[in-house]
């Protein structure tokens, strides 16, 4: 889900660049303070609005919320520039004319990922409403860890089919401080009868 959101989002150095003559470092320091700490004071931001603005990874996002903080920051003289400030920004506006847009596609993806988890607690408490075209091993292992717990192995009926989760063991090159006891493995055996999910 925040892949897809951090998706639509520039990276903040090319929004940046949307202002000419602009010191590059200093500014994307400021709009970081100024989305996460709210300093310097710009536009008044949301909790909701805080996270859709600016994404502080390796390569930090900001997103129209973001590129309007950056544009209150630039007309009140906070970012420092290497030549006179302009009074327009017409490649900044354009991109903070987009947050409509990225608003409804935040919102769309918001809605979509609840109705995969409200679908995946209806297929925990009842399995047998599953769709075959449902199954997962994501799927049959949320199933399994409700009903019998997170370490348990076994087998399972979810759509009508029968779902397995089982040990694998550790290879003997897995460093044995890091996975000594293997992983868990999810699969299940489709109408024709085939293997599908988790390789063996």
């Not at 660049?17 to 500014?27: E, F, G």
């Not at 004071?41 to 129209?64: Q, W």
């Not at 049959?140 to 779902?163: N, P, Q, W, Y």
Request: aromatic share 6%; with cysteine.
């Amino acid at each position: 889900m925040l892949w897809d959101i951090r998706a639509r989002m520039k990276p903040a150095l090319a929004v940046i660049d949307m202002i000419p003559n602009i010191h590059r470092t200093p500014a994307l320091a400021l709009l970081r303070r100024a989305v996460l700490d709210g300093r310097p004071a710009s536009v008044p931001l949301t909790p909701e609005d805080k996270a859709l603005a600016f994404y502080d990874g390796t390569v930090k996002l900001t997103s129209p919320i973001g590129a309007q903080v950056l544009k209150s920051l630039y007309f009140k003289g906070e970012i420092k520039l290497k030549k006179p400030a302009q009074k327009s920004l017409p490649t900044l506006d354009a991109y903070i004319a987009t947050e409509a847009a990225f608003r409804a596609e935040v919102s769309e993806i918001l809605a979509a990922e609840e109705a995969k988890r409200q679908r995946l607690a209806e297929i925990i408490a009842d399995p047998d409403i599953a769709r075959p075209d449902e199954l997962t091993p994501y799927l049959i292992d949320k199933v399994m860890s409700a009903r019998f717990g997170h370490t348990a192995t076994g087998e399972v009926t979810i759509a009508g089919l029968t779902c397995f989760r089982a040990l694998r063991p550790a290879s003997p090159e897995d460093d044995s401080r890091l996975r000594p006891e293997g992983e868990q493995i999810c699969w299940w055996l489709d109408a024709e009868g085939n293997r599908q999910g988790d390789p063996g």
